[in-house]
């Protein structure tokens, strides 16, 4: 056998496995899409109709409406859930939802690796879990919210809207706007 052709037998083989291995990333991604939002389905549900199923999603005044491809519009089911925001209203970066306590925050980018691949353009849904720190020098009891990515590896970074890159899991706090036009900080 020639050195020619064992290569072009080494390259067909590389290509193949590369294109299996995206093939499974891909359908890895779909999965934790589904998952997500069953997820919202189950904590953040609309008033009918579900979340995979929803085209886009807007702030109109104070509320959320969720459009679905046949031109129909939805809301939560509790409207309540929907506290705050990020860009603009007809487009948002991002909404989050609370539920007893615990915030979700539903970023957007049809352009992203995940939001070019989802109708809605959800590009992250992350989850807010709060964790003593005991290590911290100030109090026993400082409390700081983690943000778990429910749609990326911890080990994955995303880019927004604005080419500011972000980490899938990190600790600290988020500034957004409110349903009121205020700032809203979560700790």
């Not at 020639?2 to 067909?12: E, Q, R, V």
């Not at 049809?110 to 911290?136: C, E, F, N, P």
């Amino acid at each position: 056998m020639t050195t020619a052709l064992l290569n072009n037998s080494f390259d067909t083989f590389i290509e193949e496995e590369v294109s299996l291995i995206s093939e499974m990333n891909l359908q890895r991604s779909a999965q934790l899409t589904q998952y997500s939002k069953r997820f919202l389905d189950n904590r953040f549900p609309l008033a009918k109709g579900s979340h995979s199923d929803v085209c886009s999603y807007v702030v109109y005044y104070k509320h959320v409406l969720a459009f679905f491809a046949d031109g129909t519009t939805t809301g939560l089911r509790k409207p309540a859930q929907f506290v705050a925001m990020s860009g603009p209203k007809d487009e948002p970066e991002s909404i989050v939802l609370c539920d007893e306590g615990s915030h979700v925050e539903i970023t957007f980018n049809a352009k992203g690796s995940l939001g070019s691949m989802d109708r809605a353009g959800i590009d992250d849904i992350q989850v807010q879990t709060t964790q003593r720190d005991m290590t911290s020098n100030t109090a026993a009891n400082d409390e700081q919210s983690q943000w778990f990515s429910l749609m990326r590896s911890d080990a994955q970074v995303t880019t927004n809207k604005r080419g500011q890159t972000q980490c899938n899991y990190r600790t600290g706090h988020k500034e957004f706007t409110d349903k009121n036009g205020n700032e809203y900080r979560i700790n």
